[in-house]
């Protein structure tokens, strides 16, 4: 039979049920398998299938789910077996509402999540990789991952209960519950009395506000996407730096990610008359956000910020027409120093100065990710743009 009755589940209910079951667990074995493999050189590749499999099978279940509800509008649902056991029932029927609220909010926030950083491993199907209206945000992406975490745990806990349950009527109980699902037998009293929905769906409902909550208070992002910080006053040769950014862009498996230093600072000597002067910036690379690499990056392939907390830029400025300016000097980061040309413009007003410039580094320099040899998952470029204002007191 392929519709439902009063008692038993036709066959278009089943095949949804346990297909979106067996997508879902894989899913969770995956995303589980990812979130503890080590970022290397050595697991990109492997991490980057094993995540654009985990996003496809997440869609995949987002789509099912959609459809699986619509049937599930026009279907009478079986009645409960023993509408007599009140809390038994209400507690079947809680899980029945927190598991249909997870096949949406886990694929809906995973893809979020992927919309809002830039692509590490892309969706396997011919349609647009983002949501709509969805910006590019690191605050957004660690909103969207940290739901998507903890709905995956209300998930994994449901399923586990519905589980339990299920063996239960099996083992126990053996009252046909989990032959009504298995394969379509008639179980139960057509006229039993149904389930009284509406209180087990304000569970349910307290458990997904509960779960959202958490995850939008108590593990919300505490930086900014710009990584923009106010920077503490420092002065030199009558040059008080207010504030600024510090951005890198590099470029991963072809897209560029964007992200930077939300803490430095530099100290400006300058003179307008001779249109020369000295810089000095030291930059704390504990403080680098770049989007969903960013622990990567900071890790010991990388940046290596365990052991080189800071990053230091001392140059000779130099004018060279006008607003343009150059400063030759060197950098020295994780633990190699090398000489770099920084191009910036300059702008004096009043007393006020305004900075833009940047420069291109090559990460081999530095020695950093030896382990990716060329530029099919990282690139070797590195652009930096620095933007910063000063005041000069009278």
Known sequence: ??????????????????????????????????????????????????????????????????????????????????????????????????????????????????????????????????????????????????????????????????????????????????????????VGNASATDANKSASLLAALAVWMFAIGGALTVFAPTHNDTATSQLPARQAAGWVVKDGTLSITITQIGAQVTGGFASWQAAVDYDPETGTGTINTVIDTTSLTLGAVSDQAKGPEFFDVTSHAQAVFEGEIAQIDGPQHTATGTLTLAGQTVPVTLDFDLDITEGDATVSGGTVLDRRDFGMGAAYPDESSVGFSVDVLIELTATRPE
């Open 1 to 186: 039979m392929i519709t439902n009755t009063a008692t038993r589940y036709g066959l278009v209910a089943r095949v949804f049920h346990w297909t979106i079951a067996v997508l879902i667990l894989a899913d969770i074995a995956l995303g589980l398998l990812g979130k503890f493999t080590p970022r290397s050189g050595d697991t990109v590749g492997f991490l980057q299938v094993l995540y654009s499999t985990h996003k496809t099978i997440g869609v995949t279940v987002l789509f099912l789910a959609v459809l699986r509800v619509i049937w599930a509008i026009s279907q009478p649902r079986p009645v409960p077996l023993h509408p007599e056991r009140r809390v038994e029932t209400f507690a079947a029927e809680t899980a029945h509402w927190v598991l249909y609220a997870a096949i949406f909010v886990l694929p809906i926030s995973g893809w979020v999540m992927h919309s809002a950083e830039v692509g590490f491993a892309p969706i396997w199907w011919p349609l647009p990789q983002n949501l709509p209206f969805t910006p590019k945000s690191e605050s957004l992406a660690i909103i969207a991952a940290n739901v998507h975490w903890i709905s995956g745990i209300v998930l994994a806990a449901t399923v586990a209960a519905h589980v339990s349950g299920a063996l239960k009527h099996a083992v126990l109980d053996r009252d046909g519950t989990l032959a009504r699902m298995w394969n379509g037998r008639g």
